[in-house]
């Protein structure tokens, strides 16, 4: 079972690398996050991802830049027909702020990615996407010639990627490029501000769709249609991904942290936070505590 919470496993690794991961059948995505910055780039594909209360489509030569421990949800229409192919990469934000520090122009645009200050996190590189193809190559060639842990190599996979980013999207099509972007999702669009605005309260589903003035039932239907997931999945790992918050940054007891984040039953709150993420409440935050202090 996957689990809401994905650690990245470095192994000592500076980077974690999957290069033209390729599916052609059963890919049914998850709300998850790590705690690590993420590039994901499609090289073919069909689907969503869902990120920030928003859903991008996933095609040919979109980028996603995805910060640490940021709930995010990526569904692929997959077939023979039709296969999902990207590439991966997984590094910690400190390593790569050092590297980047002497450029100036791509360091200043890692910062604003990273820390959230900027609203663009999906990019259309399909401009570009022969400079970015023969970027990926270069640099799973430095692996497979055990040159992939270089710190020059890794920096100058980052630049790359930062510089096509610029190219990509001009000064004056910066305000514009994620309305553009994101996919005209409706009702499920919806449906999320309304969850990111009352998930921390005890709610139903006949709440929120009487709000959108629909029912539940043709709700349901149309969210799962627009993002590949359900209304439950959504609203829980909102819900955890909350009280994985409160317990890394407080020390309010399990029961107050279960009521904050709207599932006022504590126990249940246990259950269902060790089935998501893995381990319970107060593991989750020992080890949280135990890692930051290395």
């Not at 009280?243 to 249940?268: D, F, H, M, Q």
């Not at 893995?278 to 290395?294: A, D, Q």
Request: proline content about 2%; glycine content about 6%.
């Amino acid at each position: 079972m996957k689990h809401m919470f994905e650690a990245v496993v470095f192994s000592g690794s500076k980077l974690f690398w999957d290069y033209r991961l390729h599916n052609t059948d059963n890919y049914k995505g998850h709300y998850h996050w790590h705690q690590c910055c993420e590039v994901l780039y499609v090289h073919e594909g069909e689907g969503r991802v869902v990120v920030n209360g928003d859903t991008f489509q996933i095609r040919k030569g979109m980028l996603f830049f995805l910060q640490p421990y940021q709930l995010h949800y990526v569904y692929a229409n997959v077939s023979q027909e039709q296969p999902y192919t990207r590439t991966i990469c997984h590094f910690d934000l400190m390593l790569i702020d050092e590297l980047l520090r002497p450029f100036a122009k791509r360091y200043e645009l890692y910062t604003v990615l990273w820390r959230g200050q900027n609203s663009v996190q999906a990019f259309d590189l399909m401009a570009y996407s022969g400079r970015i193809e023969c970027d990926f190559s270069d640099y799973d060639l430095a692996r497979t010639e055990g040159k992939g842990e270089d710190t020059e190599e890794i920096a100058m996979l980052i630049l790359r990627i930062l510089d096509t980013i610029i190219r990509s999207t001009p000064a004056e099509q910066k305000r514009t490029s994620n309305t553009k972007e994101r996919r005209c999702a409706g009702y499920a669009q919806e449906a999320m501000q309304w969850i990111d605005e009352y998930y921390q309260k005890s709610f139903r589903l006949e709440d929120l769709a009487n709000d959108l003035h629909l029912s539940k039932f043709y709700l349901s239907k149309l969210f799962h249609e627009e993002t590949g997931s359900t209304l439950k999945e959504y609203i829980t790992a909102k819900r955890l991904r909350q009280a994985c918050r409160l317990l890394e940054t407080t020390s309010k007891s399990i029961e107050w942290i279960a009521g904050g984040v709207g599932i006022p039953n504590a126990s249940y709150f246990a259950k269902v936070f060790k089935q998501e993420v893995g381990i319970t409440p107060l593991k989750y935050r020992t080890e949280f505590i135990h890692s930051n202090k290395k």
